[in-house]
């Protein structure tokens, strides 16, 4: 299975940062494609890098003193608490990254799959109403 490959218009994104949020991007974007190699990456919202499969899987905002990653689905458990964001939200959650912050990959890693595995089930609506998935 091949990955899929970069966009460049998520490298322009990435590359006109304060180099402590490129490290954070660039982080964030190597997880969502080890969470499965066939992770597409785009821009929406006209300059927002989005990591999608089946779905969204999670987006990037640099503000102006953190990182917002954006979590797709509201289902997914979050057992480490990293999500300090939009608990209560009907459709996206986020992990929002401040410069100096303690990091933990893996459990966002383990997030990214877990929403992958309900985008590809159909994604979180479909599983949370019960339908069933296409075949």
């Known amino acids: 299975m091949n990955a899929s490959p970069s966009d460049p218009r998520v490298d322009e994104y990435i590359d006109r940062l304060p180099e402590w949020q490129q490290a954070i991007c660039r982080e964030v974007r190597a997880l969502a494609r080890e969470a499965d190699p066939e992770v597409e990456e785009t821009i929406k919202r006209s300059v927002q890098p989005y990591f999608v499969l089946k ?3 999670c987006a990037l905002l640099a503000a102006k003193d953190h990182v917002n990653i954006f ?3 509201p289902t997914v458990a979050d057992p480490h608490g ?4 939009g608990q209560g939200n009907s459709t996206a959650r986020a992990v929002q990254i401040y410069r100096d912050d303690e990091i933990n990959w893996t459990a966002l890693l383990a997030m990214f799959r877990a929403i992958i595995v309900n985008n590809r089930a159909g994604g979180w609506r479909r599983i949370k109403s019960g339908a069933q998935s296409p075949r």
Request: aromatic share 10%; no cysteine.
């Open 55 to 57: 779905g969204n899987i």
């Open 82 to 85: 990293i999500i300090n964001q």
């Open 71 to 73: 979590l797709y689905d």
